[in-house]
């Protein structure tokens, strides 16, 4: 097995929680004719640095503690919030995968980010750098425990059968498009796998993995299957779907590359790390792929370090 192959709890967190378990929901927002002063002294009561702008109950824009002093160099204190705050704000929804949070923080070098809900557009929170170090934190110590509980107490079930070739099988119906639940298939996977007292790295790659390939199906496919085969030396996750299949596999491979509509990534998937991210997780990775028929990938995680 590569040495490379690893992968902390916290990595597999960002893929488990999902930005409403992490982000602020007790929101100081601000009138877009609020003052700068004004905000001066809402920034300093509440202890923050940024605060969205909502108008009539719709987020119009953000303004942070830069645009204060900004205006405190240039003498404009007396000016209004409409007037400093940024327009083009970058969101998240409640229901995307932290990882996505993560990313955005990665590429963008934002301080906050409001989070607006999907169907009608409510400001529901704001997320910060800090907020997802304190979620991941607290989820850490709890998960901390289990695993303890779990260590104590679970028995790998392929030590108590006697059989010559063992091997436990599960399978998930991935629906196109159904992005309210997407990652949910990959999920109960994981804790199938924990269940069988398999080692916690090796559930986190087998998640990570599978949490990609479901994705792949939701995003690109009209629907498909996920699989896992399960025997004493191997973990084999299939993911097949009945989509357009891939043109340049090569390509499709590229970090960032992404053929997934506008509007699939203005919701926060197809990001172009999927393909690449499983390959990292997994010790072997094949994909087959037709024209206008579908797409078969194969990736197999070696355990207890045999090949």
Not at 210 to 221: G, Q, T
Request: hydrophobic share 35%.
């Amino acid at each position: 097995m590569a040495e490379n192959k690893k992968y902390t709890k916290t990595q597999e967190l960002t893929y488990e929680l999902r930005v409403k378990d992490v982000m602020n929901r007790t929101v100081v927002a601000v009138s877009p004719k609020t003052t700068i002063n004004e905000l001066r002294e809402i920034f300093r009561d509440n202890r923050i640095s940024g605060t969205p702008v909502e108008d009539k109950g719709k987020l119009i824009g953000i303004i942070s503690i830069e645009d204060v002093i900004n205006c405190l160099s240039e003498g404009e204190m007396d000016a209004i919030v409409a007037d400093k705050m940024s327009t083009n704000v970058e969101v998240l929804r409640p229901d995307e995968p932290l990882v996505h949070a993560v990313s955005k923080f990665n590429k963008s070098g934002f301080g906050r980010f409001p989070v607006i809900e999907r169907d009608g557009g409510k400001l529901a929170g704001v997320i910060t750098k800090g907020d997802i170090i304190k979620g991941i934190l607290e989820k850490l110590e709890i998960h901390y425990h289990e695993e303890e509980i779990q260590r104590h107490r679970a028995s790998y079930i392929f030590d108590d059968i006697v059989a010559d070739q063992t091997t436990l099988s599960f399978q998930y119906n991935i629906k196109s498009k159904d992005f309210n639940r997407a990652g949910e298939s990959s999920s109960q996977l994981k804790k199938a796998l924990n269940c069988l007292g398999i080692q916690p790295d090796l559930v986190r790659r087998s998640a990570i993995a599978a949490y990609e390939a479901e994705m792949n199906i939701v995003v690109f496919a009209d629907g498909g299957r996920l699989s896992a085969a399960v025997q004493t030396s191997q973990i084999k996750l299939t993911a097949s779907d009945s989509g357009p299949g891939i043109p340049d596999i090569e390509k499709a491979m590229q970090p960032g590359y992404s053929t997934a509509p506008d509007w699939v990534q203005e919701l926060g998937f197809g990001a172009g790390m999927g393909l690449m991210n499983i390959k990292n997780c997994t010790d072997k990775m094949d994909i087959q792929s037709e024209i206008g028929k579908g797409t078969h990938i194969t990736a197999i995680i070696y355990l207890n370090n045999k090949k």
